[in-house]
């Protein structure tokens, strides 16, 4: 692929800020990838008017993660998705936007929303005493 796919983290308050600084402690600068965050007052059509403007000026098939399935965010989401070429996932955690950004240099489109749900998925467990044993 040519240039990185893009990365819009799309959520309540300031989580998608601090989600991209602490993937950056660990990959270092992230390129192409964009926090938009739903503030107290801000209206769902102020909201989608932002990210429509950001999404003006990208190519198609940017990743969209959102914080909660059925929320404003999710919703002004799926609201563009019927007019932008996006593929949205909900549930973002820091193991989706590192995966995210290793993967985009492979993977676009619907295959690449498909790989980092699987990974948001696995990133979740319950810890076990059998595994905290390996910790010193």
């Given amino acids: 692929m040519d240039e990185k796919s893009w990365i819009l983290i799309v959520t309540h308050g300031n989580l998608g800020e601090a989600f991209i600084e ?78 995210g950004d290793l993967l985009r240099n492979e993977l676009a489109g619907r295959e690449l929303a498909e790989a980092v749900q699987q990974v948001g998925m696995k990133a979740c467990c319950v810890a076990d005493l059998p595994q905290a044993k390996n910790i010193k």
């Fill in 22 to 99: 602490s993937a950056e402690m660990i990959m270092g600068t992230l390129a192409n990838v964009q926090a938009f965050s739903l503030l107290p007052g801000m209206s769902p059509e102020e909201f989608i008017e932002m990210i429509k403007v950001k999404l003006d000026t990208l190519p198609k098939g940017v990743l969209v993660l959102t914080d909660l399935f059925g929320g404003t965010p999710f919703n002004a989401a799926i609201a563009l998705s019927g007019v932008y070429d996006i593929n949205v996932v909900s549930g973002v955690n820091i193991s989706m936007i590192i995966e």
